[in-house]
Nanobody, 122 residues
Framework: HVQLVESGGGSVQAGGSLTLSCVAS?????MAWFRQAPGKEREGVAS???????SYADSVKGRFTISKDNAKNTLYLQMNSLKPEDTAMYYC????????????????????WGRGTQVTVS
């Protein structure tokens, strides 16, 4: 297991950009970003593995970019063209497992979670 610490959240106007970071206490093969808005279920945003294979939710394709620096054990999420509906608590997640196909966007597949960072788009 690893500990995960997110940063980079904040308040931004619609159309703006933010970059989230997540530092892991150790190496982990697959990492992902999830988000949860008030009153809604947690949903997958993007995932990446150490082979740089990625998955994206349809709602963020073309606007968000996930990346992983294996040397620094750090996960990033570059968010552009932000919309009010992107407002949520964003969580970093990790699972030290290689998936046969693309890294999943399923909550139950991830074993380690950060405490989250708030993103507010107005």
């Amino acid at each position: 297991h690893v500990q995960l610490v997110e940063s980079g959240g904040g308040s931004v106007q619609a159309g703006g950009s933010l970059t989230l970071s997540c530092v892991a206490s150790g190496y982990t093969y697959t990492m992902a970003w999830f988000r949860q808005a008030p009153g809604k279920e947690r949903e997958g945003v993007a995932s990446v593995d150490s082979e740089r294979r990625t998955s994206y939710a349809d709602s963020v394709k073309g606007r968000f970019t996930i990346s992983k620096d294996n040397a620094k054990n750090t996960l990033y999420l570059q968010m552009n063209s932000l919309k009010p509906e992107d407002t949520a608590m964003y969580y970093c997640a990790a699972h030290n497992r290689r998936y046969t196909r693309y890294p999943p966007l399923i909550v139950n597949e991830y074993k380690d979670w950060g405490r989250g960072t708030q993103v507010t788009v107005s």
